[in-house]
């Protein structure tokens, strides 16, 4: 199974991202696909989640309105768009992928928000 990020860079306050996440080996469409995130000295925390079916989708509340998850199944791919880009929000961004005990992570792809 591999998870690859990719579309993480160096964006002014205000900015926005795309994220994508292609996922291989594994039967896409069953897994959960879910964005994590981690900032230097913090704990990793949940950015983002999307199901299997019908799309339904949670934000953390510090990402609530400006950050839109979505998936195609066709193309195996999980996206995080991020629009109104703030500092706090640089960190590290991992994809995930869940099913029951079955969890597999992503190398994570740096994004920085920085003037």
């Known amino acids: 199974v591999q998870l690859v990020e990719s579309g993480g860079g160096l964006v002014q306050p205000g900015g926005s991202l795309r994220l994508s996440c292609a996922a291989s080996?594994?039967?896409?469409?069953?897994?959960?696909m879910r964005w994590y995130r981690q900032a230097p000295g913090k704990a990793r925390e949940l950015v983002a989640s999307i199901k299997i079916a019908g799309g339904v989708t949670n934000y953390a509340d510090s990402v609530q309105g400006r950050f839109s998850i979505s998936r195609d199944n066709a193309k195996k791919t999980v996206y995080l768009q991020m629009n109104s880009l703030k500092p706090e929000d640089t960190a590290v961004y991992y994809c995930n992928a869940n099913f029951y005990t079955r969890d597999y992570w992503g190398q994570g792809t740096q994004v920085t928000v920085s003037s």
């Open positions: 080996g594994l039967t896409f469409s069953a897994y959960d």
